[in-house]
């Protein structure tokens, strides 16, 4: 198993900027790379950035230039920096973990973070 908790959610004006931490704990060995994803209400969760055990980002269209995913030097922390916020960008934000076993992949789950941004 898999442990993350997120933190550094909160409430900002747009045009502001947050920053957001996950911390694994668990089986740290088997993560294959993290990301975040975030869900408005009514909406589809979507991917909002994702980064490889190598390094290599990825970002969804609606944060690319304004978001920044970055992982601490133990592999197992990861961070969002987001700036230039937008009120579109109100959403609970969670951590992912895909992580790999001899028995099959799983998927891991942070409970999430709300990200709130006004106008």
């Known amino acids: 198993q898999v442990q993350l908790v997120e933190s550094g959610g909160g409430s900002v004006q747009a045009g502001g900027s947050l920053r957001l931490s996950c911390a694994a704990s668990?089986?740290?060995?088997?993560?294959?790379?993290m990301g975040w994803y975030r869900q408005a209400p009514g909406k589809q969760r979507e991917l909002v950035a994702a980064i490889t055990d190598g390094g290599t980002t990825n970002y969804g269209d609606a944060v690319k230039g304004r978001f920044t995913i970055s992982r601490g030097n133990a592999k197992n922390t990861v961070y969002l920096h987001m700036n230039s916020l937008k009120p579109e960008d109100t959403a609970v934000y969670y951590c992912?973990?895909?992580?790999?076993?001899?028995?099959?992949?799983?998927?891991?789950w942070g409970q999430g973070t709300q990200v709130t941004v006004s106008s």
């Open positions: 668990g089986h740290i060995f088997a993560i294959n790379g």
């Open positions: 992912n973990a895909p992580s790999r076993y001899s028995s099959g992949p799983r998927e891991y």
